[in-house]
Structure formats: structure tokens, C-alpha cells
């Protein structure tokens, strides 16, 4: 048994995290419950800003990094990027991110881990 939590438990963290700060979350794409990768599809204001992803990293232990469209695309590009990213990975749970402070929130949670 890995030391990771279900899926479901880790978006509605990350959810409740969002609303506690005043901030809006929703799930674009439900994965499996249990197992599922996390994106994390970040915008401010409705304009996209960047998509993060969970990965497990060399060590073991799992991170936040960039993935999929940065700060300059258009929003139109978010949903090619996730339909290409569902077809390799059925259980991938997409959480669009409608924060105020997009800077702060991924430095937080690139920090977390």
C-alpha cells in the first residue's frame, strides 16, 4: 500500500483549500477515486495561467510541476491539452482553479509536494 492518499480525498482538499481563500474550484474531469492523477488547471480572473500536475519524482515522493499550457496561452488551448492528456491516462482528474492570487498558490503547493 503506497503512503498516498485516494484521489477523491486529495482534489476535495484541494478544493476546500480554493474556497477557504475565497477562491473558486471545480472538477472538470473525475478520474478513478482512488488512484487517479491530479491536473490542476490554474487561471485568475478567467484568464489562463498554468496547468500543474502531480508526478513521482525520482525520490519517491511525489511534486508539483508544470505541464500543458503556460501563462500565455489561450484558454482555448486548455481543453486540446486535456482531451490529449485524458486519452493517455483515463483515470486523470482535472480541477480548474479560479484563484486570485495565482503566484502565491503554486509556489505554496510546489512546495508542498
Given amino acids: 500500500m503506497s503512503g498516498r492518499l485516494p484521489a477523491r480525498l486529495e482534489v476535495a482538499s484541494l478544493i476546500r483549500r480554493a474556497q477557504a481563500a475565497?477562491?473558486?474550484?471545480?472538477v472538470v474531469r473525475s478520474g478513478d477515486p482512488e488512484s487517479g492523477a491530479l491536473l490542476l488547471i490554474i487561471t485568475s480572473r478567467g484568464r489562463h495561467f498554468a496547468c500543474l500536475e502531480r508526478v513521482l519524482s525520482?525520490?519517491?515522493?511525489?511534486?508539483?510541476q508544470a505541464a500543458g499550457p503556460g501563462e500565455s496561452a489561450e484558454m482555448a488551448e486548455v481543453p486540446d491539452f486535456l482531451a490529449k492528456r485524458t486519452r493517455f491516462d483515463p483515470d486523470l482528474?482535472?480541477?480548474?482553479?479560479?484563484i486570485a492570487d495565482p503566484e502565491r498558490f503554486i509556489a505554496e503547493t510546489t512546495g508542498l509536494g
Fill in 22 to 26: 475565497g477562491d473558486f474550484a471545480t
Fill in 58 to 64: 525520482a525520490s519517491g515522493a511525489y511534486q508539483w
Fill in 93 to 98: 482528474w482535472a480541477i480548474e482553479l479560479d
